[in-house]
């Protein structure tokens, strides 16, 4: 499996998109997006706590808390991916299910999209996200342990974030760590990136947090996620950084995520010794 990267180059406009196609590549994507936008609106309207939340002013900057029995369980906050330019929080409620599961409160923020704003700009919306939830969460029965995830921009998300004084520790899914190679593919068309994008918001470029972060992928996905991952745990393994590469046999960009609503999943599990670790 070659990393597109090395041959970079190499490669025509057309190779360059497909490299970060994850719609694409996976035949049935559409299915599986539908089925967990429905399992979410199901979720939401079986488990309303506290919705819509505002953090700022707009549709998107809110909060969708869903707080456990315990105001001092521990808290998983999920940042929902779509390549910074599609998809909102409300579809990705059904994720809460396993570690809910456990007794946790579950905390998922939204964000304005691009291009009506910059990566680099929703970086910032998410670390005012977590000033609300610092401040605010546990008037909303959320006062435990905060462990950040996040799937695909997501992941990203959660990785730009894993430094935040509220966040002990964190997992990124099928992320992608590195921006520059975006900029030569269609997606530039949303994300319009600048220099100032990629060096202060590609988390390979920037120091490495001593938080414990693990990074997950499907073995399944394209060979560009699955290098952006082993890339970016080897970056932070080489100042020592404590977190786990955990590939996901059989997952692809899609499946991967399913594992969130299964209690005994790996998934569920890794999240679960994140806490344990932090608490020591």
Request: aromatic share 8%; proline share 5%.
């Amino acid at each position: 499996m070659q990393n597109p990267d090395t041959i970079w180059s190499t490669l025509g406009a057309a190779a360059r998109s497909a490299a970060y196609d994850n719609t694409n590549a996976v035949a049935n994507s559409a299915a599986l997006n539908q089925e967990r936008i429905e399992a979410s609106a199901a979720y939401r309207a079986a488990h309303g706590g506290a919705l819509d939340l505002a953090y700022q002013p707009g549709e998107r900057t809110a909060w969708d808390l869903y707080p456990a029995a315990d105001p001092a369980a521990p808290c998983l906050v999920f940042i929902h991916g779509g390549y910074w330019w599609k998809n909102r929080r409300q579809d990705f409620a059904c994720l809460a299910a396993g570690i809910a599961a456990h007794g946790w409160s579950v905390a998922v923020p939204g964000y304005d999209l691009a291009p009506a704003v910059s990566v680099s700009a929703i970086v910032a919306q998410i670390r005012a996200s977590l000033d609300w939830l610092q401040a605010q969460g546990a008037a909303h029965g959320i006062a435990g342990r905060v462990i950040v995830s996040g799937w695909s921009a997501g992941g990203h998300l959660a990785a730009m974030a894993l430094d935040h004084p509220l966040i002990a520790a964190g997992m990124g899914i099928s992320g992608v760590y590195e921006l520059g190679p975006l900029r030569d593919t269609n997606l530039n068309q949303y994300l319009r990136l600048s220099d100032d994008d990629l060096t202060q918001a590609s988390p390979l470029r920037l120091p490495v947090v001593d938080k414990e972060f693990a990074i997950a992928y499907g073995a399944a996905e394209l060979p560009a996620l699955i290098h952006s991952s082993r890339d970016f745990h080897a970056h932070r393994a080489a100042s020592q950084a404590p977190g786990v590469l955990l590939p996901v046999a059989h997952a692809d960009h899609f499946t991967i995520i399913a594992q969130l609503r299964e209690p005994d999943s790996r998934l569920i599990r890794c999240i679960l010794d994140l806490e344990r670790f932090a608490a020591r």
